[in-house]
């Protein structure tokens, strides 16, 4: 490691969509001259360890640093209030403890700046103890950040209560170029049951007051894209959309080894002919949504592309409908976590059946892809919304009386998709759009260049 370069920490919220856009982040920065240090819970360090290509090494480029996130190794770390608990109670020692050790060596290797996803507001009370810069990075959509930060006028005006429930189930939206959102659909009440939406938006809230003493906010977003949003929120500074193929670097950050097999079976697919599934690394289907699906693939006739986590449904080995795999195998790959980027970004690839995490949002709206929007958690309701009726590059899958999609609406969607070209045109249209104003890259620049002033 090279040293009198300034020494930034960054820490990601401990989640796959959090700790890839970061890294991403964290690269660009050390391709610009910045050392950074990655903090990853010791439970997801591992993962990324043990998930890094053979051929690929990280430890050039940034250094990677671990502490406990406060639960036992057997604890389900997808339920977030039990893990933010977890963490509020352990990490924020533990992270200074680390910051000390670092601080008390030489002087050239001492913190600058703690980088931290915009929801640690821990990570910001240490940092101010050391008297260090701090930045927040928002790893999902402007959009959601003006929601949160009106969320006390919703509490105010009794149509939220106090632990953020909706008490009225209305439609919001606080500019014309924004998505509209229910009441019922805001992402803190997607969140889980009701100690974890408790949970989660009072930590949303004491963010959004930490936020208000931090140096910097950055944002995986680009200014072509959420214009409105970027109004309200002046103080965010969008550096997005963060993508892989932006840079030379490596893959790291991901918690499932990617299966690059599947790429050389995309170069065997027509172009433009391949639908992509893929849901992120939370989402879980029930036994008859998955049938669904899988029948609903079947039913477009086309080649696909799907990504079955291990973890997506109880028992996935033996959860396909009688028959599925021997009836597709011609024209139907089933991977257990793919190269996301660069699927996306193959010529084979027509359009994305998507859960509208954030990041494959960026990354659909990066490549060009129109998208079948399923949302599933959190705030890909909102990020849906902007797909399909903001930027008008995609569809949504719409539910039955069961409660569920239909084989025949997957098949339906898909038709529309790729039988009108409009999607298609649109798609490209804002692909070219979203990087083009340079803004984000300037930003970045600017950033790296402010970085590089601090005097402590
Ligand atoms: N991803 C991937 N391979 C897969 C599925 C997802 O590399 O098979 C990546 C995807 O490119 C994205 C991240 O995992 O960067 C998922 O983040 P997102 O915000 O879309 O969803 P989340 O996992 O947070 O629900």
Same mark, same amino acid.
């Given at each position: 490691?090279? %040293? ?24 660009? %920065? ?9 903090? =990853? ?21 940034? +250094? ?6 406060? %639960?036992?190794?057997? +604890? ?11 963490? /509020? ?6 992270? +200074? ?47 959601? /950040? ?37 009441? #019922? ?10 100690? &974890? ?27 072509? /894209? ?16 963060? /993508? ?56 477009? =006739? @086309? ?34 976590? &793919? ?27 990066? =490549? ?14 909102? =990020? ?13 899958? #719409? ?12 098949? @339906? ?44």
């Amino acid at each position: 490691m090279k %040293m009198g370069r300034p020494h930034v920490l960054a820490i990601p919220y401990p989640a796959q969509g959090h700790v890839l856009p970061l890294m991403e982040l964290a690269q660009c %920065m050390a391709n610009s001259g910045i050392r950074v240090t990655f903090v =990853n819970t010791e439970f997801n360090h591992r993962r990324i360890v043990k998930a890094l290509p053979d051929n690929e090494s990280i430890s050039e480029l940034i +250094e990677l640093a671990s502490i406990p996130d406060g %639960m036992e190794l057997w +604890e389900d770390r997808n339920d977030l209030g039990k893990l933010t608990e977890a963490m /509020l109670r352990v990490m924020p020692e533990k992270l +200074e403890a680390l910051v000390e050790e670092i601080n008390s060596g030489a002087e050239e290797d001492k913190i600058v700046c703690v980088i931290a996803d915009y929801g640690l507001s821990f990570a910001f009370e240490v940092a101010e103890k050391f008297g260090v810069k701090k930045t927040a990075f928002l790893p999902a959509s402007v959009a959601l /950040l003006a929601l949160a930060l009106d969320a006390p006028r919703l509490v105010d005006e009794g149509i939220l209560d106090c632990d953020g429930t909706p008490l009225k189930d209305e439609t919001i939206r606080l500019s014309l170029d924004m998505p509209e959102i229910r009441t #019922v659909d805001l992402a803190w009440t997607r969140i889980g049951d009701a100690a &974890a939406q408790k949970i989660c938006f009072n930590s949303m809230l004491k963010s959004i007051e930490s936020a208000k003493h931090i140096d910097r906010i950055l944002c995986n977003s680009s200014r072509a /894209l959420e214009p409105a949003a970027l109004k309200i929120v002046s103080a965010c500074s969008p550096v997005g959309p963060l /993508l892989a193929s932006a840079r030379l670097g490596c893959s790291a950050g991901h918690f499932w080894q990617e299966d690059a097999a599947c790429l050389e079976w995309l170069d065997e697919q027509p172009s433009n002919s391949t639908v992509y599934a893929a849901f992120g690394s939370f989402t879980v289907f029930d036994r008859i949504q998955f049938r669904e699906l899988a029948l609903g693939l079947e039913l477009t =006739n @086309r080649p696909f592309l799907w990504v079955v986590r291990n973890d997506i449904i109880d028992d996935s080995d033996n959860a396909f409908p009688d028959g599925f795999l021997d009836r597709v195998k011609l024209r139907g790959k089933i991977v257990k976590w &793919a190269p996301q980027q660069k699927v996306l970004g193959h010529t084979a690839i027509a359009c994305f059946i998507s859960h509208c995490g954030w990041n494959s949002t960026m990354e659909g709206v990066g =490549n060009g892809v129109p998208f079948l929007c399923w949302p599933y958690f959190a705030d890909q309701f909102l =990020n849906a919304t902007y797909i399909a009726d903001c930027w008008g590059v995609g569809l949504a899958a #719409v539910k039955d009386g069961s409660g569920g999609v239909g084989r025949e609406e997957i098949k @339906r969607k898909i038709e529309r998709l790729m039988g009108d070209e409009r999607y298609k045109v649109r798609a490209l249209e804002l692909q070219a759009m979203a990087g083009e104003d340079g803004t984000s890259g300037k930003n970045l620049e600017e950033f790296v260049e402010w970085i590089k002033e601090i005097k402590l």
